[in-house]
């Protein structure tokens, strides 16, 4: 025997039940079985809504009341041939006749109690398990329909009736006995000694399947729904969520306790008493094995999922005269009993000094005043303080019968929560260690489950997910190397990037599942106007665990909001230079900040676009060496134009072709200045421990003056070509010398020079062409030979190249 259980859901509309029918008929061929349903996917919900708006006078009720009863005669319809439609058709319409001088009733006399309420949502399972049953029949399957206030008595606590087991196993064998047929059974209802209709309170139809499960002593008890079993967290709100194959009895427990909507404990004790097996299933993947719950717990996991409960309050209760006194917890928690406050969670430090109760928000303020009442003398005297309600908090908790086996769980959620920056208010753990709880601000509910579900379920495997400043030429090719790259990074390197917010200068967009990146999207018109703080603000509102802001601008707005991201702890990746080369004292309060919260700050592209330069330079520190010298051609632009002015080239023809390959700035001045090499030099300094500020770095800019303050640069190109036998000067002065003409940066004894040099054919510069960069690394450990590093320095692949490996580190860091 089985007992297989249909929720409205999985019985919403014709397909869905053409697809339940088919799924029982084809379990009905191998063995015998029995089935529960619950009312027509939201009958239950409009039956009520029917009843309310009775009672409030309100006569909308009849035509509510007229497309329900449309609903199910086109059901009869759709499942029944036309001649044998006569009887359920008649029953369906008795039925809501008398629903219909129910509500009158209601209607009339203003009043809509719990007994009245269980009698009309019993109409929904009473007549959608009468036309199923004979659908069923209709389909050559014997069946017999029972509604199950035949069987199953309770007291007369209406909304939430509690079985009288010995009296109900008895009726529900005896029925069974003397009738032959597949048993099709209402859930939900049932009915007092005295014949008054109950219902069975939370989840019934599932609490009714298990009863039957239970006095049958089935084989196994089936709960087929519209989800593949029981998830390892809310899929709502961790998308990663994956299917539990196994749990015990007790974690399913645990976490249906704490939130978990498939299953719930009153469904289980009725099975759990005779050792039924229980299987979660979906109607929509029926081959699915779904979740088992039974006697014991897959041994493979430390942990079977996470669970949460939001609208909670945590009551703070503390004073000096708390402190070894007997008593105190009992008379809290007896007040709180007697008002009917039902305490979801309790923590106590050793001290004894203070109490911590998490309840319901709905009954926050109920539990203040009836605590500060029992405790009114002890809060005059000046023993007790007054109780602090601590609004808007949500309870989690990781759930799993392995945890006593194995050390570290908690520690692997406490570290999970602060790198995220979640803070805990309270704390609670049984002596079973089956479940850790945790109380949080309920805005960090998502951020928090999600990044516990990576350390529990996904340790192995990371998600980052990037807000993207900055979608120019460097942020489309960054967009289409992770795109290119995706798929290998998360096979290999067990990596995921998802793109959830973009921006340019003028709009921006959002994602909140994650841009598809086939097609790389670009913020337009159709999209929100760009507003930094706004972006900023919605990049926190979605609170993923493992944000990262990529700026990929030159914007000194975007930099100076940099402070403000790493207290959200979000990371930043950006080859924008703004922020490390303006003030000292910035710049040290960033990498502090960084180093405090654990919150990564890379920005490699700094300096020498995908070249690994910073990085080196940072190994060098770490590892206790100590720069004497560094030496850069850190200009790509400036570099090709001293590297061709070489060949004989006019420089101001030189300047003009650097800037149609597009390797200076659309006005050549910003890198002829030399400021750009100054800002990278002064990274570089400071990077090495030296206290650099932007006045310690001497710049020779290769703008001629005459030409600095021209607003048009078609005619500061043609004005550069009067300064041409100047720059052809210096060139015929280093080539009698054998040298060549590089502009370069210095940096040594605490001073930084920027400026064009000549170098003899000994200095590694000598050979260097192109838009390549060179830096020189003269160190302690690298003293006659210095450390050089070379490579194209500048260029949109290289640079989004560089980014790229940023955010990958990033991805290695947060393992």
């Not at 790509?636 to 300047?655: A, C, H, Q, R």
Request: charged share 25%.
């Amino acid at each position: 025997m089985k007992l297989l259980k249909f929720g409205g859901t999985s019985i919403g509309d014709i397909e869905r039940i053409k697809r339940v029918l088919s799924i029982i008929k084809q379990e009905g061929q191998s063995r015998e079985i029995a089935v529960v349903f619950s009312a027509f996917g939201g009958v239950t919900e409009d039956l009520l809504k029917c009843a309310d708006l009775a009672k409030r006078n309100d006569a909308t009720y009849q035509p509510l009341l007229l497309a329900m009863e449309k609903r199910h005669m086109q059901l009869v319809k759709q499942l029944i041939p036309v001649q044998k439609q006569s009887t359920v058709l008649t029953y369906v319409k008795i039925r809501f006749n008398e629903l219909e001088d129910l509500y009158h009733g209601i209607f009339l006399i203003k009043e809509f109690s719990a007994r009245t309420s269980d009698y009309v949502v019993s109409f929904g399972e009473r007549i959608s398990a009468f036309i199923l049953a004979e659908a069923l029949r209709a389909l050559e399957i014997d069946t017999v329909f029972l509604d199950a206030r035949e069987v199953i008595r309770t007291n007369d606590n209406f909304g939430n009736a509690k079985v009288n087991f010995p009296t109900t196993n008895q009726l529900i064998y005896d029925f069974y006995s003397q009738h032959q047929g597949m048993l099709v059974i209402t859930g939900f209802v049932a009915s007092t000694e005295k014949g008054e209709t109950t219902t069975l309170g939370r989840s019934g139809s599932d609490y009714t399947a298990a009863i039957f499960a239970a006095a049958l002593k089935a084989d196994a008890l089936e709960i087929w729904t519209d989800v593949p079993g029981v998830m390892t967290a809310d899929p709502k709100l961790v998308y990663s969520a994956i299917t539990i194959p196994q749990l015990s009895y007790n974690e399913a427990m645990e976490l249906s306790h704490f939130g978990a909507k498939v299953v719930f404990p009153a469904t289980m004790q009725p099975a759990m008493r005779r050792k039924i097996p229980i299987y979660i299933k979906s109607t929509l993947d029926p081959e699915n094995k779904g979740t088992l719950i039974c006697e014991t717990s897959e041994t493979s996991k430390l942990i079977k999922g996470i669970s949460s409960l939001n609208q909670i309050s945590l009551l703070n209760i503390q004073g000096s005269g708390l402190v070894e006194v007997v008593g105190v917890s009992s008379r809290v928690f007896g007040a709180l009993a007697r008002s009917g406050v039902n305490v979801i969670l309790i923590s106590q430090a050793s001290s004894e000094h203070s109490i911590c109760v998490a309840i319901k928000t709905s009954d926050a303020q109920i539990a203040k005043d009836i605590i500060e009442q029992e405790f009114h003398y002890e809060i005059i005297a000046g023993e007790m303080d007054k109780v602090v309600i601590m609004p808007n908090m949500a309870v989690i908790a990781v759930v799993g019968e392995n945890m006593k086996h194995h050390p570290g769980a908690s520690g692997r959620l406490f570290q999970a929560l602060g790198r995220n920056n979640i803070n805990v208010s309270a704390i609670a753990q049984g002596s079973s260690e089956l479940n850790i709880s945790a109380v949080i601000r309920q805005s960090d509910l998502q951020k928090a489950l999600n990044a516990l579900h990576e350390a529990f379920f996904l340790s192995d495997s990371k998600v980052l997910h990037v807000f993207l400043v900055g979608v120019g030429l460097i942020g489309k090719t960054l967009i289409r190397m992770i795109y290119q790259q995706l798929a290998k990074l998360q096979s290999d390197n067990m990596l995921d990037i998802k793109i959830h917010g973009l921006a340019n200068s003028r709009h921006m967009a959002f994602d909140e599942d994650g841009f598809e990146l086939d097609q790389v999207p670009v913020p337009s018109e159709k999209d929100l106007p760009m507003n930094l703080q706004v972006f900023l603000n919605t990049m926190n509102s979605m609170n993923f665990s493992n944000s990262v802001l990529v700026d990929c601008t030159a914007s000194q707005e975007v930099a100076e909001c940099y402070q403000r991201v790493l207290e959200s702890k979000v990371a930043i990746v950006t080859p924008n230079k703004k922020a490390n080369s303006g003030s000292l004292e910035k710049y040290k309060e960033l990498k502090k900040l960084s180093g405090q919260r654990n919150i990564k700050f890379l920005y490699e592209t700094n300096v020498a676009a995908g070249l690994p330069v910073i990085s080196t330079l940072q190994d060098l520190i770490l590892s206790g060496d100590k720069v004497i010298k560094i030496e850069g051609v850190l200009s790509g632009s400036m570099n090709y134009i001293f590297s061709e002015l070489g060949k004989g080239i006019p420089f101001s023809e030189v300047v003009a072709q650097a800037r149609e390959k597009g390797y200076t700035e659309p006005d050549p001045r910003d890198d002829l200045s030399g400021m750009d090499v100054a800002r990278k030099i002064l990274i570089l300094g400071r990077e090495a421990e030296q206290e650099l500020h932007f006045d310690d770095v001497s710049v020779q800019s290769m703008v001629p003056e005459d030409c600095a303050h021209v607003k048009d640069v078609a005619e500061f190109l043609e004005k550069l070509k009067g300064h041409d036998a100047h720059f052809k000067g210096l060139l015929e002065e280093a080539d009698k010398k054998d040298e060549k003409l590089r502009f370069m940066a210095v940096l040594e004894n605490g001073k930084a020079t920027v400026g064009l040099k000549s170098v003899n054919s000994k200095h590694p510069f000598y050979a260097l062409e192109g838009s390549d960069n060179m830096i020189l690394f003269t160190t302690e450990r690298y003293h006659e030979f210095p450390m050089i590093i070379r490579g194209p320095g500048a260029g949109a692949d290289v640079t989004a190249a560089g980014v790229f490996a940023d955010i990958i580190r990033l991805g290695n860091y947060s393992r």
